[in-house]
């Protein structure tokens, strides 16, 4: 871990490791949980066009019961193909996943996930894409049925049951992902930049849904994100990656009390969290970016600067 950025006397705000005692005496609950999810000395190598890729290197990391992480860290540094494994959708080239213990092959009903484009089908009503994963598991009849439809009322959506995807708003659509996603009661949902597509204001909202829900739901939740705001917002801790090769940079506990909600922008460990994670992800540029080249493309641009 590197030095200790938040001391300094010129800085009013307070260490962001520093934690009141009820956030220290909840962490110590959940470090007391079962652990879900490990990830032990993962490893991904691509051979690429021009070369081999070291995407990640020897992450380890333990996730517990009902834990919030968010995974934050430079384009590229290897966050959709760490959550492409944990789903079972892609393999390591070394080290391995364990789900309750168990090593993780491929992808199964104890993970859910959900994407940042709308992955709803788009020939299926809101109702029938839900009970699409409960049906993958041999479940039908009215009781499957019932199941999709609350659901829909946990993520407010009951009214939509039978409005097909290309009816409703971009956060509607991840409402039902989310909703088809938690149906067949997974252990973990993993999602990946859920949220990018959003507008502001529809993202806030969504964020708002997805702290309502996972306090209702006994699920774990490992969530990929660019925006430093909203990893804070959202979680316990936050995984920070750094690119090539991706590695663990840092591990930060939220130092921010729960229930959250917006007003807690402004507060002081809030900010302290916000500042270390602006040093980490956009280090104070010691090397100044490489300037574009400028390829005019119009001959119109002459009186613009
Ligand atoms: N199938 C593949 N073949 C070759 N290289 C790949 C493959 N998938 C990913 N990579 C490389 O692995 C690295 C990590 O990619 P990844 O998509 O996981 O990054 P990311 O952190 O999700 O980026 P972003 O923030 O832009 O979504 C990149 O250098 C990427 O080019
Ligand atoms: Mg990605």
Request: aromatic letters at 6%; one cysteine or more.
């Amino acid at each position: 871990m590197s030095s200790v950025a938040n001391s300094s006397s010129a800085s009013s705000l307070p260490d962001y490791r520093a934690q009141s005692p009820a956030v220290a005496a909840r962490f110590a609950r959940l470090r007391e949980r079962p652990v879900v999810l490990e990830l032990e000395h993962l490893g991904r190598r691509f051979v690429g066009d021009s070369g081999p890729v070291e995407a990640l290197r020897d992450i380890s990391f333990r996730v517990h019961r009902r834990e919030f992480v968010c995974v934050i860290g430079p384009s590229g540094c290897g966050k959709s193909t760490l959550i492409r494994m944990l789903a079972g959708l892609d393999e390591p080239s070394s080290g391995r996943v364990l789900l309750d213990g168990r090593p993780v092959s491929g992808p199964g009903p104890d993970r859910g996930m959900v994407f940042q484009g709308y992955t709803l089908f788009p020939w299926l009503t809101v109702l029938k894409n839900v009970l699409f994963g409960l049906q993958m598991q041999g479940r039908s009849g009215a009781s499957a049925e019932a199941e999709a439809r609350q659901w829909l009322e946990l993520v407010g959506l009951a009214k939509f049951a039978d409005h097909y995807p290309n009816q409703l708003s971009g956060g509607m659509r991840q409402r039902v992902a989310i909703a088809r996603a938690l149906a067949p009661n997974p252990r973990v949902l993993l999602m990946d930049e859920p949220f990018g597509a959003l507008d502001a204001q529809t993202r806030a909202q969504m964020q708002t849904h997805l702290l309502e829900i996972w306090r209702n739901v006994d699920v774990t939740i490992l969530f990929i994100t660019h925006d430093l705001d909203e990893a804070i917002l959202l979680a316990d801790r936050i995984l920070v990656l750094k690119a090539h090769p991706g590695e663990i940079h840092e591990v930060i506990e939220v130092p921010v009390p729960r229930p959250r909600s917006f007003a807690q922008q402004q507060s002081p460990e809030f900010q302290a969290t916000r500042r270390r994670l602006d040093e980490l992800i956009h280090p104070a540029a010691a090397a100044p970016a490489e300037p574009l080249p400028i390829i005019r493309l119009t001959q119109a641009g002459d009186d613009v600067e």
